[in-house]
């Protein structure tokens, strides 16, 4: 290939420039792009290694999953989470925090990396490495003079860690342990909630006071406001798995001014249900419900669960009530399924600002109807009727099998249906079909006394719907006498 | 003398005439001789360099490849994820029967 010099020459020229503007524009080029480990290893000078340390922290602190935790808040009356789902084990996030350390030596801990120990003592804190986390806490205040960008998280955060600290010359407001099994929990989130207060806030740690246990599993509140709290405990689900929350005689602790008052947070082990269980489906007219026995138990109690799907078959609500009086002495009881869907309690006619009515499903069809899905539990209650466990725990272990069932739809009416899509007029229509079908007939009578418009029922017509059952149950006679009461009245 | 020779002799004249047009004349003569001193002279950078094709080739592969490297070295120094892949959203579900994951109801009703 021929060539003179001078084009030769403008082609290396216009090389070396373009070389020059390539090398000068890389760093930003790396940064902008996301390549900060190679940023920081040819450029670590450049005006955009301190912001690609960040960049690199917050990434690596977004691989543990932002918040990072995945906290369980149990207090007596309510429940919430922190994170639904979270992989990271300890270990995993130990490499982040190793990576993160070693990018502050490497880099030194200045204003620029605040960030970085800010996250680093996130995690160190969802490690339960509390002295760590304190030390960078600290560290990352000495900049919140300058900046307000960790706000109210550096504030609780710090205080939640600093306040596990026990104040010998102080008396405590609350004090308590709280234990799993009878065992006592080290490092176990604990917070109160104003038992005047409306609402919860989720996840706690911003608005309620918080501490931590020590290994002894004590905790210890100092300065409360004198008043009514509840006790919440923050534990991983592991922690809880197989365990329920043992009920105490009373639900809040009282605190008052210069005394020490005492609550103590116990989780028992959860009362096993065998069966049914795993979905299964229940053919036939007996379901027989089993349950291990557990220590100290007089009686146990059955609970029924009814499981509301929307149309996509999504969870999205269900509703728990008991499912007969009955108090077993024994671990299985079986129960006709005629007899608990004849068990129709007073469910009530609910109407919503736009007139959509709406009926408790139960209420209409029973405990327990054909097509059905339900959960299932078990209590059990001592000789003095307290209450020592239940099976409504925590499902959270790998081998946890819920205790989920199926009614077969087999016996379904359309009405059945209809009533489940809350077609109400049409379920009229559908169980007037069914002729003179007890079943129909007691569904008909509930919506016809209650109306399946904005408007009122009527009795009367319900009444005359009762009259045609042939075997009447105790909760037909009894809806009988009660609409006849009513007939008879001026 | 023969023939021949004379007819030689007419077929050089009419060849010198017809190649008449194609001679270069004495001005033409001189432009070619003062071109051939003006290349003898030609500066540096007119000058031309033979460049073999293997050393073109070789120079285009490097430019190619510098970035490219560049780039490959750079994208196997970023973190690898630490961390295990996170499960998508699993909610927590509460109810009067417990506490359980989503999944795990969905599942159940699956079996």
Redesign the interface.
């Known amino acids: ?6 084009t ?2 403008g082609m290396l020229a216009t ?1 070396v420039l373009l070389f020059w503007i390539g090398y000068s524009q890389l760093p930003s080029f ?1 940064y902008h792009n ?5 940023l920081l ?1 040819w450029f670590p000078k450049s005006e955009y290694a301190k912001p690609a340390i960040n960049s ?1 922290a917050y ?2 602190y977004d ?3 932002f918040d990072g935790d995945s906290y ?1 808040f149990i207090y007596p009356v309510g ?1 919430s ?1 922190s994170n ?6 300890i270990e ?2 130990k ?2 925090i190793d ?1 993160l350390e070693e990018l502050l030596d490497r880099y030194g801990r200045t204003p620029q990396t605040a960030d970085v120990s800010f996250h680093l003592a996130k995690l160190y804190m969802w490690n339960k490495d509390w002295d760590q986390a304190e030390r960078l806490y600290k560290e990352v205040k000495q900049y919140q003079e300058s900046s307000d960008r960790w706000g109210l998280e550096l504030e609780k955060f710090s205080a939640i860690v600093e306040s596990r600290k026990m104040q010998p010359d102080k008396t405590p407001s609350v004090e308590g342990v709280i234990r799993i099994d009878g065992n006592p929990v080290a490092d176990a989130f604990v917070y109160l909630v104003d038992a005047e207060s409306n609402g919860y806030h989720s996840p706690p740690y911003y608005d309620y006071p918080m501490t931590i246990t020590d290994e002894q599993g004590r905790y210890r509140f100092y300065d409360q406001e004198p008043g009514d709290y509840y006790v919440g405990v923050g534990l991983l689900p592991e922690q809880v798995a197989g365990y329920h929350l043992a009920q105490t005689a009373e639900k809040t602790v009282s605190v008052e001014k210069e005394t020490a008052s005492h609550y103590n947070v116990d989780f028992a082990p ?1 009362l096993k249900a065998i069966s049914p ?3 299964d489906v229940i053919e036939g007219n007996e379901i027989t419900f089993q349950w291990e026995p557990y220590a100290g138990a007089d009686y146990y109690q059955l ?1 029924i ?1 009814t ?1 509301l799907r929307d149309e996509g ?1 999504k ?1 999205v609500g ?3 009530t008991l499912l007969t009086d009955q108090k077993h002495t024994g671990t299985t009881a079986s129960l006709k399924l005629d007899e608990l869907t004849a068990r129709v309690y007073e469910g009530g006619k609910y109407v919503d600002e736009k007139g959509n009515v709406e009926f408790d499903t139960q209420g209409l069809l029973g405990m327990l109807y054909p097509g059905g ?1 339900f ?3 078990v209590e059990a209650y001592d000789s003095g009727g307290r209450k020592l466990s239940s ?6 272990g790998e081998d ?5 069932f ?1 009614i077969s739809e087999k016996e379904r009416l359309e009405g059945d249906r209809l009533i489940l899509e809350k077609r109400y007029k049409e379920a009229v229509i559908a169980y007037e079909r069914e002729g003179d079908n007890d079943r129909a007939l007691r569904v008909l009578a509930k919506l016809t006394e209650h109306g399946v418009t904005e408007a009122d029922g009527d009795p009367e017509k319900a009444l005359a719907y009762l009259k045609r059952i042939k075997k009447p149950n105790a909760g037909d006679l009894a809806a009988m006498e009660r609409l006849q009461a009513e007939h008879r009245e001026p | 003398m023969s023939n021949d020779f004379w007819k030689d002799e007419r077929l050089g004249e009419r060849l010198r005439e017809e190649m008449n047009e194609t001679l270069f004349s004495e001005k033409m003569k001189k432009a070619v001789v003062v071109r051939a001193r003006e290349t003898s002279k030609r500066s ?10 293997p050393v ?1 080739a070789l120079a285009l592969a490097a ?1 190619i490849a510098v970035p490219l490297f560049g780039w490959r ?3 196997s ?3 690898k ?22 999944s ?3 599942k ?4």
Do not use: C, H
């Open positions: 290939m021929r060539i003179t010099v001078r030769l020459a090389l790396l996301g390549y900060q480990e190679a290893k690199l990434e690596l691989q543990t999953g369980m429940w989470s639904s789902s979270n992989t990271v084990s995993q996030r490499a982040v990576k959860q269980a795993s979905g609970y669960t499981i078959g969870y269900s509703t728990t899905e959960i299932w539990s099976s409504a725990g925590y499902y959270l946890a099998l819920a205790p989920l199926r | 540096f950078w007119t000058r031309e360099l033979t460049i073999p094709i073109v430019l070295q750079a994208a120094l970023e973190t994820p630490l961390t295990a892949e996170r499960q998508p959203e699993d909610r927590l579900i509460v109810s009067g029967a417990g506490v359980f994951y989503e795990q109801l969905n159940e009703e699956e079996r």
